[in-house]
């Protein structure tokens, strides 16, 4: 009987079916006795409805179960990947690795281990073991790009092990956009559009390679080529997020609100919980004088600043702020930012809300009630924020930012989020400039192209120890700034529970 539902939960799965087949195995997988592969359906079921931390139980169980299992591990350690538990995530994948398991994905794990260890250079090794299993592993070749990348600030060292694999692979559409998107975040824009539109011409019906050049066209000014290639893979794939997604940014691209207006709410229909969808129908009512978006847009009402409350155990804030700083500062090791983030010159500590570090630990206590409060502030409602609280929320991804002279925050939304935050530690001395606002937290400017052009119209003027709080799919970036201070900042995202 339990194979039976260990069979129809991978079918469950294979449909995206998750929750059904938590459902359906719960109860074998709660058994006491019950067995290595009703518990790792399970695990598997409770990750794909985001419940990392409960699969974490059926995995360790998993493994108490059959010690000599080489995929219990395997599964074991993906997970503690997922939580950042890396230094037992590394024993994980070493057990399977030593049970017999070669394959490129324990490579990929164990890299991944590696790298929230810091051991960068032992990271990159794992990474090319596993490209040496399967020559053209997107994600393995993505993970080294980025890591090279954000170690080096070298566009070209970044690439060579993914230009070695496309001379041997030359028309594989996944490289080819691994390739792109690295040098678009390495500032060559021009060379990333070069690179999709060659390969378009060999596949000119690949829509990974379409999807990727709608995007590339917009970022280079190519309106007229956004819109056709944008066109063409909304007809090979109508109804997914993404293609919605640059069907839209073209028909704002190419000053045609009312069309774009039209498939943001085709998107809201297939993902209504998609953020970036309600900053794109956000975005079409403001360029169609929609009266709709005066409550998508309240800023004064949506975003809030709060002092953070002084942790227990700390005599004042400045003093914990102090410790934290220093403790961020072992954090910032990597030289640049990673791939496909909103940061421009400066570098991401990720993962800080599943340390169990004690001033990280303490942050997200305090930050939690600062949330509660704002959810008791802004108050009841039926739109996409208020309609959404049901009394508990989850943080589901905190990180540090950390700034260089000349850097900032890409407009953007926060796609899977729902309340989103900045909360601030060192600042630039630009910031007290009320005119130049150096350093400053806007919104309302879309980080996509819109014909005609959308300014910013709020911002607030950070100050330490402040969290501010505001939706998701709020259009949110940064100003540059000049002076040689760095920008330290943490920032979070909420759901709910």
């Not at 079916?17 to 399970?42: K, Q, W």
């Not at 170690?151 to 060579?160: N, P, Q, T, V």
Request: glycine content about 8%; some cysteine; charged content about 20%.
């Amino acid at each position: 009987m339990s194979q039976e539902v260990v069979r129809q939960a991978w079918s469950l799965l294979d449909q995206g079916r998750a929750a059904d087949a938590a459902d359906l195995t719960r109860p074998h997988a709660e058994a006491a006795t019950a067995g290595a592969s009703v518990l790792i359906v399970h695990a598997a079921a409770l990750k794909g409805i985001e419940r990392h931390d409960a699969a974490l139980a059926f995995n360790r169980r998993s493994v108490v179960a059959t010690p000599g299992d080489k995929i219990a591990w395997y599964n074991l350690a993906a997970t503690l990947g997922d939580l950042a538990l890396a230094d037992e995530g590394e024993t994980a994948i070493r057990k399977a690795i030593a049970l017999g398991l070669d394959a490129p994905e324990a490579w990929l794990v164990l890299g991944r281990a590696l790298q929230g260890q810091s051991l960068y250079d032992a990271a990159e090794a794992a990474f090319a073991a596993a490209i040496a299993r399967r020559d053209a592993y997107a994600d393995a070749h993505r993970n080294l790009a980025q890591l090279r990348w954000m170690r080096s600030g070298d566009l070209s060292h970044a690439l060579e092990p993914l230009r070695a694999s496309l001379a041997r692979n030359p028309t594989d559409g996944a490289l080819i956009v691994i390739q792109s998107t690295v040098e678009e975040f390495a500032g060559d824009k021009a060379a990333a559009f070069a690179t999709l539109t060659d390969a378009l011409a060999r596949r000119p019906d690949d829509g990974q390679l379409l999807l990727a050049a709608a995007h590339m066209a917009g970022e280079v000014g190519q309106v007229a080529a956004m819109l056709d290639h944008a066109q063409a893979v909304e007809r090979l794939a109508p109804q997914y997020p993404p293609v919605l997604a640059a069907l839209c940014e073209a028909h704002l691209a190419s000053g045609d609100a009312v069309a774009a207006l039209a498939v943001a709410e085709r998107l809201r229909a297939v993902a209504p919980l998609d953020q970036y969808g309600l900053a794109l129908q956000s975005t079409a009512w403001r360029l169609t004088d929609d009266p709709r978006r005066a409550s998508a847009e309240d800023y004064r009402a949506l975003v809030r600043a709060y002092t953070l409350p002084t942790p227990e155990g700390w005599n004042s804030l400045e003093a914990y702020l102090d410790a934290l700083r220093a403790r961020l500062a072992q954090r910032h090791d990597l030289k640049t930012h990673p791939l496909q983030q909103s940061l421009r010159g400066g570098s991401q500590a990720p993962s800080l809300h599943q340390s169990p570090d004690p001033l990280f630990q303490a942050f997200f206590a305090q930050a939690r009630k600062v949330v509660s409060q704002y959810i008791a502030d802004i108050g009841p409602g039926d739109d996409p924020l208020r309609g959404r609280a049901t009394g508990d929320f989850r943080v589901s991804g905190g990180w540090s930012v950390r700034l260089s002279p000349n850097g900032f925050h890409a407009d953007h939304v926060h796609p899977q989020g729902w309340i989103s935050s900045a909360f601030y530690l060192d600042l630039p001395r630009g910031v007290a400039d009320e005119e130049g606002r150096e350093g400053w937290i806007k919104f309302g400017q879309p980080g996509c192209v819109t014909r005609p052009i959308l300014e910013a119209e709020h911002a607030v003027r950070p100050e330490p120890g402040m969290l501010v709080l505001f939706p998701s799919s709020m259009w949110h970036g940064t100003r540059p700034f000049t002076s040689p201070e760095h920008r330290l900042t943490m920032a979070f995202d909420v759901v709910p529970q």
